[in-house]
């Protein structure tokens, strides 16, 4: 069985940082792209960012480029999102989903962790 498991949101101000994390389960982590999505209230899903299967390449959107680092952990069968210079607009949920930029839709993905950046 599948599972995606968000963690590491809360509440951050400003500049601030988080770390998200995502342990899997019930697939072969190692062979798949794994990505990042976010859902502010209102707003429909928004791709963040895609490791391909090997870790060896990434890909951000623009107002995350530079800020965020998308990572994986093969041993521990976890993903990653590092999240530095923290803005109010990021505010939103925040989901792990198994595949690449085209699958935030219909992909497995976890249950989320809330991300919230106010002073």
């Known amino acids: 069985q599948v599972q995606l498991v968000e963690s590491g949101g809360g509440l951050a101000q400003p500049g601030g940082s988080l770390r998200l994390s995502c342990a899997t389960s019930g697939f072969t982590f190692s062979k798949v792209p794994m990505t990042w999505a976010r859902q502010a209230p209102g707003k429909g899903l928004e791709w963040v960012s895609t490791i391909t299967s090997s870790g060896r390449a990434t890909d951000y959107t623009d107002s995350a480029k530079g800020r965020f680092t998308i990572s994986r952990d093969y041993p521990k069968n976890t993903l990653y999102l590092q999240m530095d210079s923290l803005k109010s607009e990021d505010t939103a949920r925040y989901y792990c989903?198994?595949?690449?930029?085209?699958?935030?839709?219909?992909?497995?993905r976890g249950q989320g962790t809330q991300v919230t950046v106010s002073s």
């Open positions: 989903v198994i595949g690449g930029k085209g699958d935030i839709l219909f992909g497995h």
